[in-house]
């Protein structure tokens, strides 16, 4: 296969949200699979919807996810500068080559002017088009045209509508007439190029040969296509990338949907791995069922025929399913030691006092429960802490409600003595599961409600793991004093 050489392109306007990191995923797999090169490239020439700090808020999700570029910002590279605002000469001497060769024109008609002849079309009901009002200055020889441009005016390219088809590697065969091509803006009235403009010539001196992007460009393919003919230069492979649609609804997903920052997702505790796989799992497939993909095997496996061409739903629950998935197999794989770190922003604050090697077995027997690292806020706050004690939650509770509060504390007193038997030294899981066992039989109940019971009094959290592994981790002294503690509670409840 041919090295493929394709770009993520974003300009920085803030918000990163899905579908921006979706159009840098499908160009770097293809680079890699290919031994190619993935470039990034700052597009940042429209100033006035600049955002300071974007460009780092970028670099730095690309890093989250992985997606090391090969060229550009800090790296460097043979066609920097690789943010365009660095690169206005660049442009304007593309821009004077067309002038010169008679395929663009100067033009300082004021937008006041602009928007009149927008007007005039509308009322007469004919579509707006700038080439059916060229100026004066379009008919200059294009010394003229040359001699007489300065920074602060425009230039527009001369098109020579026609009909045109192409290909696009996920649309297929496409075409459009001369009704959709027109003199768009090279040069702006600041010097520098519209991205319309800019995005080949970058595409072109970077020998760019896929250009992977948001399905919005189609409309303007034509005009692209009019460019590199004018030009003279080799156009890349089109793949456009469809819409990322809300949850519901036909439309495309949007903050308003509640679709979250990139930023966001990570600091509710989505793992890079989830975030990379369900992305690229977002309307590409390789045609089997599987749906945990390693970075390496996504290389392995993309292939941009396989990226459909309708709108991929984005599901939340899905991202979260497979969340969790990524958090079973990071720790089965690498064990908890390697894992940990990864969680420390997660522990409520309750934990603050408590040394690693205690978070850590937390951890051990509550990660295949998380389905993000958020998670371990409020499902193990009650292992650093005592839980607040409820006695309705007890006796409400579908299986103990048959039971009076006296039968309640009863149970705990016999569960008490006999765990009392168990020393600080003989205190984990097997001593634990065999007095349990014990508990039941001497008890006569049934597990549901005996282990209903002394898990709700330990924790009085909606979910605990399995009632030795939690017992073992509390220790001796907590466990001992928290059933106690119930003890009275219902005492004094039935008083
Ligand atoms: N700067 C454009 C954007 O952020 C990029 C489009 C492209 O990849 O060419 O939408």
Request: with cysteine; hydrophobic share 35%; net charge negative.
């Amino acid at each position: 296969m041919d090295k493929i050489i394709t770009r993520f392109a974003p300009s920085p306007t803030g918000y990163i949200h899905i579908g921006n990191v979706r159009s840098a995923i499908f160009p770097y797999l293809a680079a890699k699979q290919s031994s190619g090169k993935f470039i990034l490239r700052i597009e940042d020439t429209d100033r006035s919807r600049f955002v300071d700090g974007a460009t780092d808020l970028i670099m730095e999700t690309l890093r989250w996810l992985g997606l090391e570029w090969d060229e550009g910002p800090e790296i460097g590279g043979p066609n920097a500068p690789y943010f365009q605002s660095e690169r206005k000469e660049i442009y304007q001497d593309w821009a004077k080559k067309l002038l010169k060769s008679g395929r663009a024109y100067i033009d300082d008609t004021s937008s006041e002017t602009i928007d009149e002849y927008r007007k005039t079309d509308n009322a007469k009901k004919i579509p707006f088009l700038y080439r059916n009002h060229r100026p004066a200055s379009a008919d200059l020889s294009p010394e003229e045209s040359l001699k007489l441009w300065k920074e602060g005016t425009p230039i527009r390219f001369k098109s020579d509508p026609k009909p045109r088809s192409w290909k696009d590697e996920v649309m297929g065969d496409l075409s459009a007439g001369p009704e959709v091509q027109d003199d768009i803006i090279l040069i702006k009235k600041d010097g520098l190029p519209t991205y319309n403009f800019a995005h080949i010539v970058d595409d072109t001196l970077m020998n760019i040969n896929m250009v992977a992007r948001g399905v919005e460009y189609l409309s303007s393919t034509p005009n692209y296509l009019a460019l590199y003919e004018a030009l003279d230069v080799k156009k890349p492979l089109f793949v456009s990338l469809p819409h990322i649609l809300a949850p519901q609804g036909n439309k495309k997903l949007s903050k308003r949907d509640g679709a979250k920052s990139v930023t966001e997702y990570r600091a509710d505790g989505i793992l890079p791995e989830a975030m990379l796989n369900y992305l690229a799992c977002l309307g590409w497939n390789d045609g089997t069922e599987q749906e945990i993909y390693t970075k390496d095997e996504l290389i392995e496996r993309f292939s941009v025929s396989r990226i459909q061409n309708s709108g991929a739903r984005f599901d939340e629950t899905k991202l979260l399913w497979m969340n969790g998935q990524w958090i079973r197999k990071l720790v089965d794989e690498e064990g908890i030691d390697k894992f940990f770190p990864r969680t420390l922003d997660f522990w409520p604050d309750s934990a603050k006092s408590y040394d690693d090697d205690y978070k850590k077995r937390v951890l051990a027997i509550i990660y295949d429960r998380l389905k993000t690292l958020s998670d371990l806020r409020e499902m193990t706050d009650y292992f650093f802490t005592d839980p607040k004690i409820n006695v309705d939650l007890l006796t409400s509770n579908r299986f103990l409600k048959k039971l009076s509060e006296a039968e309640l504390e009863s149970l705990l007193e016999t569960t008490i003595s006999s765990l009392e038997t168990i020393s600080e030294d003989s205190w984990n899981e097997e001593t634990l599961k065999n007095t349990l066992n014990s508990l039941l039989e001497a008890t006569n109940k049934k597990p549901a409600e005996l282990f209903s019971l002394i898990r709700i009094s330990v924790s009085f959290a909606p979910f605990s793991p399995a009632l030795d592994l939690t017992l073992s981790v509390l220790g001796r002294t907590t466990t001992l004093s928290r059933l106690r503690a119930v003890k009275s509670a219902l005492l004094l409840d039935g008083e």
